[in-house]
């Protein structure tokens, strides 16, 4: 998904007031290396903390609050190493910077993810605007969408963490109140499980995902494109310059969008072909083939990455009907990151499950609507091994 670099944030936003450490205080740090005291702030008039998640085999992720944003995630390499495999920062100062910062790394994206075109869906017959945040288009739920608002986070066990949010009739002009539940669990056998719910007060669309940038090689400071993807679809839809969905479904055969066998993320990136072009690289939405007749498969892999160099290997299960690419085409080395490191173009790969962009202006596509009296469920899961 293209980065919110565009993006001009409105007047509202969150001002951040960082709590001081106590003197004297012992700041242990997590595997990964953050330190959880540089989370502990104030945004919005709400706590934000870093959550801790391990299992059995030593796996470990870091979340905080602030936009359920998964900051780390360290598994093993085919040496055993603990390698992090997820771009992010080491602070909450930057994540809520949104003038200077404005990422949507690792974060639940809300009310709806990607796209919807020229911001307007029609409620009801009456025709809504939302907020243009991403050229002539609304991406990602608007300015303030929940990438920058605060979850209720509460941890149940050691592998478990359950994250809340109310959303109210009118939020970046959606309609209806919404309350969301966002719930990781790292499960024993090194899978982070995401599950999304929700349900509404009134007619809405809700269309949620988990927005991680993912580097397998264990080196962001380069491009990851020799990691090799693997995409279990048969069709994708084509979008415009803009990275509007024109509303064609097309088959992947014979095109650089045919990743059935896989293939290095560079081998798409660099082809001579206009829907390359218009993204920069991949930054598609993938017809699943594990979708069918209105239910998803998430037995069965939907997509996969793997890295050659560390032979970690992530496999993608989902419910939904598809599953936005994105390569990182607009991380330009201005976006500095955890241990200093600053993360170039294409340092990452985004696997983001997902209804298709502008599903709420297309009614062929699977529904993206959600009414009151019912309950919105979405299912994506990471699941890491080495080979």
Not at 38 to 50: A, G, M, P, R, Y
Request: with cysteine; proline share 5%.
């Amino acid at each position: 998904m293209k980065s919110l670099k565009s993006f001009i944030i409105g007047a509202g936003m969150a001002i951040v007031a960082l709590a001081a450490c106590t003197p004297g205080a012992e700041n242990k740090l997590t595997q990964s290396g953050l330190d959880p005291a540089k989370f502990d702030s104030t945004i919005n008039e709400k706590k934000v903390q870093l959550f801790v998640l391990k299992n059995k085999n030593n796996i470990e992720v870091c979340v905080t609050n602030f936009g359920a944003r998964v900051v780390s995630l360290m598994v093993p390499d085919k040496d055993g190493k603990m390698t992090d495999v997820v771009l992010g920062y080491d602070n909450i100062a930057q994540y809520a910077d949104t003038v200077n910062n404005a990422s949507d790394f690792g974060a639940a994206i809300g009310r709806y993810a990607n796209r919807i075109n020229q911001g307007i869906i029609t409620v009801g017959g009456k025709q809504i605007q939302l907020p243009k945040n991403n050229g002539p288009h609304c991406l990602h739920g608007g300015f303030s969408g929940w990438q920058y608002q605060v979850y209720e986070g509460k941890q149940i066990d050691d592998q478990t963490l359950k994250l809340t949010l109310h959303s109210p009739d009118g939020d970046n002009n959606f309609p209806g109140n919404v309350d969301v539940t966002v719930t990781y669990t790292l499960k024993d056998d090194n899978t982070l499980d995401m599950t999304f719910e929700g349900t509404t007060d009134a007619e809405t669309v809700l269309n949620m995902t988990n927005h991680s940038y993912f580097n397998l090689n264990g080196d962001p400071s380069v491009p990851g494109t020799d990691m090799e993807l693997y995409i279990n679809a048969d069709n994708f839809t084509p979008s415009d310059s803009t990275f509007m969905t024109t509303g064609e479904i097309k088959p992947v055969e014979g095109t650089p969008m045919d990743y059935r066998k896989p293939k290095t993320i560079k081998e798409g990136c660099e082809a001579d072909y206009d829907q390359i072009k218009n993204a920069r690289g991949l930054d598609h939405n993938w017809v699943l083939n594990t979708y069918k007749d209105g239910k998803g498969d998430d037995t069965t892999v939907a997509a996969s990455v793997y890295s050659p160099k560390t032979g970690i290997f992530m496999e993608v299960y989902t419910n939904e009907p598809g599953i936005q690419i994105y390569s990182g085409n607009f991380l330009d080395g201005t976006k500095v990151g955890k241990k200093g490191i600053a993360y170039p173009k294409q340092a990452s790969i985004c696997l983001e499950s997902q209804k298709y962009p502008d599903s709420p202006n297309k009614k062929d596509w699977p529904s993206p609507w959600l009414k009151p009296g019912e309950k919105y469920y979405s299912h994506v899961a990471y699941k890491f091994s080495v080979k």
